[in-house]
Every structure is written in structure tokens, then in C-alpha cells.
């Protein structure tokens, strides 16, 4: 069974950075795509960064423009990890932050490219 939990969310000021893991169990990722997706209330979950896998150049990194600048999504296929270092952070990135896996090396920015969900994990700014 694949599992797929987040870690590393919690309450920063606006200008303040956080780290989120999220650790894969059941399967291994290092040759499939994984993705960060976020939810705030009353709103459609909506794609942030996705680390792509080419088998000629390695991993590849996308963003939403959004966060484009200052969101780094990294992955660490020997723990079977993939992180989003979040900077600069804005009220408006308040949300719960969900790591997403894929069966395939490209994913996308829809929700339905993804197979596995983690469970989410808080993130809240604040002014």
C-alpha cells in the first residue's frame, strides 16, 4: 500500500520560510513524477511545483507563476523524499499543502495526473 505523508507546515509571518517533506512508503518514486498541490477554504486544490523525471536529464522542476521565484520543489530519491522549500512567504500561500505522486515521469498541473495523496499539511501566514 502507498502512503505518501507530509510533514513541516505550521504558522510563519509573512516574509518567513518553511521546509515541507513528504516521505513515500509502499513504492519508489525515483523514476515517476511528484508534485505539491494546495487548498485554501472555499477554493478548488490547485497545483504549486512539480518535479518531472526524464530518463536523459534527470529531474526536472515546474512551478505555478504564482510562487514561481520563490518555491523550490526538490526531491531525494535515496529517501524516497520530495521537498518544497517555501521563501518569501505571502498571507495569500495560506493553505493546506498536499504531496501528490504519479505513476508516470511527467505528471501535470491537474489533480487527476495524480494517483497518491498525502493527507495535507497546514501552512498559514500571517500579516
Known amino acids: 500500500q502507498v502512503q505518501l505523508v507530509e510533514s513541516g507546515g505550521g504558522l510563519v509571518q509573512a516574509g518567513g520560510s518553511l521546509r515541507l517533506s513528504c516521505t513515500a512508503s509502499g513504492r519508489t518514486f525515483s523514476s515517476a513524477a511528484m508534485g505539491w498541490f494546495r487548498q485554501a477554504p472555499g477554493k478548488e486544490r490547485e497545483f504549486v511545483a512539480r518535479?518531472?523525471?526524464?530518463?536523459?536529464?534527470?529531474?526536472?522542476?515546474y512551478y505555478a507563476d504564482s510562487v514561481k521565484g520563490r518555491f523550490t520543489i526538490s526531491r531525494d530519491n535515496a529517501k524516497n523524499t520530495v521537498y518544497l522549500q517555501m521563501n518569501s512567504l505571502k498571507p495569500e500561500d495560506t493553505a493546506v499543502y498536499y504531496c501528490a505522486a504519479t505513476e508516470d515521469r511527467v505528471g501535470g498541473i491537474d489533480v487527476r495526473s495524480y494517483h497518491y495523496w498525502g493527507q495535507g499539511t497546514q501552512v498559514t501566514v500571517s500579516s
Open positions: 518535479s518531472a523525471v526524464s530518463t536523459w536529464s534527470g529531474a526536472s522542476a
